[in-house]
């Protein structure tokens, strides 16, 4: 301990050989710590961590030594009403110390009542709380694969391409055949591709399982294919995604940055009295911290905490977030896997060694400390200290629904499928239709299309009664547009 420490800041100016400089610290892990230990330990032995192993590094390269004292209060320091400063930073204002090794934040009201050196370490103030407990699935959770909207989509698909379905298969005379394959003289045909057969198509295609129905004709097995292929694709998403919701626990935390904290009142949250985080939400004149530190200083006694190990522990007992440095919440998820971080950085900092003002010792560290860094020494000393067993990872981001930017093309090409049997179904239509060639016009009225189609609500499973035609028919034959028009006349009357 120097002498002119006591007399005055004059002799401050002596060189550091030699010296022995008294530090002020406070305890706090992993900065500094009581080493255990099975025998009695005494003077600087006692303690170690982080802020040990860098005034270890100082004392080498300037060549002092030193004598390390804990703050007589506990706190790191701050002003109060009246102007007056505690903790560390009155160490050092009184000259009661000539140097603070510890997490001391630099801040501009701390540089007004002291100097600090180089940041050694640089962070942020962050939002620990407790993870959130998984959340079961529930029993409607098969439905979460698919993201509300692609269940609509997929559910409108089906009536669409059924009622595509059904008017293909009346449109085209290839689906039009004896409903006695061992007769072909039957002089009735029919075509099995209803209203609700179609529909009964459609889903049992969905749902993977098929059905007895089959398409004979080109359009209506493009119709079918294409419907296959869709149904194919949304299967195996669907199937895909399946797992991921019904094994992971969804973590469902209650809030997620700062402002979620500001909007709400159920869960408390606080900082470490005194601390520059404190003065960080007392000074500041952003509006969301302007009504956290309402809060905070509206109920003191449970908000504000007296150190980080009493915030960790009502973090991990009650419904409480701490707000405190990010180096510090590694620290602490880094030994407790039910701690994590929320939201990002609430701001940027740095933690310095404190002088008294115009010490000359504040540029000697200043450059020991970038040789430190350039040597890569903080770096090993951090890995050091914060390097804790490790909590299991978790498995990357939860599942989440697909949506219709996700497989939004399987529809375009259903739709284009459903166009196309549309033109094969009139081409098929007007192929057959020509060989009767005086019957073309009629066939392609509108008035002999929507007769065709009209009838669909009357019958169930549509027969005709097929006219019997000079020589054997054949097993193939199709009626003609005139033919079915004829047929329906004669059995109306």
Known sequence: MTDGRRDGPHSVTDPLANRTLIVTTILEEPYVMFRKSDTPLH???????????????????LGFLYDIKLVPDGKYGAQDDRGEWNGMVKELIDHRADLAVAPLT?????????DFSKPFMTLGIGILYRKPNGTNPGIFSFLSPLSPDVWVYVLLACLGVSCVLFVIARFTPYEWHSPHPCSPDSDVVENRFTLLNSFWFGVGALLQQGSELMPRALSTRIVGGIWWFFTLIVISSYTANLAAFLTVERMESPIDSADDLAKQTRIEYGAVRDGSTMTFFKKSRISTYERMWAFMSSRPHTALVQSSEEGVRRVLATDYALLMESTSIEYATQRDCNLTQIGGLIDSKGYGVGTPIGSPYRDKITIAILQLQEQGKLHMMKEKWWRGSGCPEEDGKEASALGVENIGGIFIVLAAGLV????????EFVYKSRQNHSDVEQCLSFNAIMEELGIAPRNQKELKRKPRTKGKPSFTSILTCQQRRTLRKETAA
Do not use: Q
Request: proline fraction near 0%.
């Open 106 to 114: 630099i801040t501009y009201v701390r540089e007004t009542a002291i």
């Open 420 to 427: 196309l049997s549309v033109f094969v179904a009139i081409g």
């Open 43 to 61: 003077g600087n032995d006692r303690f170690e961590g982080y802020c040990l192993d860098l005034l270890k590094e100082l004392s080498r390269i």
